[in-house]
């Protein structure tokens, strides 16, 4: 069965700081895997995803992941975090070849400190 | 980003009685899907469509039914809605072989 887990339910980095929030997923299949958004009081927000081409998946507001298929693993990393980019992150992993249905993980509330 | 929204955005009812939460979409995606998010676990499948009139259970399906009749609508009925129904409640779309799903603002439900 697929899953995925998110190392650290809150995250705290200084404005300029690096971002690094973990994913580790666990699938029998080659994964499809997804970062999404989430600000306060809103629906959710694709990052970016993995779909087996570039390992290193660059997305919006200067995110970025790299695909570890030896680790297991879908780290999301910004070089300089803004004040703007404190919200809720979520990791999800859907199997290949099978439709629709996302598996999420538990989410990493990111806050930023000025 | 698709066109989604969703009614109403917030609700408070009282434990046993009926609510209907309506998705609607204007970006044609075959898929919908109806999520709930609770603190410390993330987002969970209640029920997906696949089609209109196709459906099918999700991860948290009990005390849930959905139905979609027409492909930008997709209702969420709690038949007698119970304190643990208290939810923010997510629809989500998706169109044929991309795995996108793109979400809907939220429903914000309170039984009390």
């Known amino acids: 069965a697929q899953s995925v887990t998110q190392l650290g339910s809150h995250v705290s980095v200084s404005e300029g700081a690096l971002v690094l929030l973990r994913c580790n997923y666990s699938?029998?299949?080659?994964?499809?895997l997804f970062w999404y958004v989430q600000y306060p009081n809103q629906g959710l927000q694709l990052l970016l995803k993995?779909?087996?081409?570039?390992?290193l998946v660059k997305g919006i507001n200067g995110f970025e992941a790299e695909f570890k298929k030896s680790e297991t693993s879908f780290h999301l990393t910004k070089p300089s975090a803004h004040m703007s980019d404190a919200a809720e992150y979520f990791c999800?992993?859907?199997?290949?070849?099978?439709?629709?249905?996302?598996?999420f993980g538990k989410g990493t509330k990111l806050s930023v400190k000025p | 980003d698709a066109g989604i929204t969703q009614s109403p955005r917030h609700k408070v009812t009282e434990t046993g009685t009926p609510v209907t939460l309506r998705c609607h979409q204007t970006?044609?995606?075959?898929?919908m899907y109806w999520y709930r998010q609770d603190p410390g676990h993330g987002l969970r499948l209640i029920h997906y469509?696949?089609?209109?009139?196709?459906?099918d259970k999700g991860e948290v399906s009990d005390g849930y039914s959905v139905s979609r009749s027409k492909t930008e609508d997709f209702l969420l009925t709690l038949e007698s809605a119970t304190s643990s129904q208290t939810s923010v409640y997510f629809c989500?779309?998706?169109?044929?072989?991309?795995?996108?799903?793109?979400f809907g603002p939220g429903t914000r439900l309170t039984v009390t």
């Open positions: 970006e044609n995606h075959r898929y």
């Open positions: 999800a992993v859907i199997n290949r070849g099978s439709q629709g249905n996302l598996i």
């Open positions: 993995y779909t087996s081409a570039a390992t």
């Open positions: 469509s696949y089609g209109v009139k196709d459906t």
């Open positions: 699938s029998s299949v080659p994964p499809y």
């Open positions: 989500a779309t998706g169109s044929q072989g991309n795995y996108e799903q793109y």
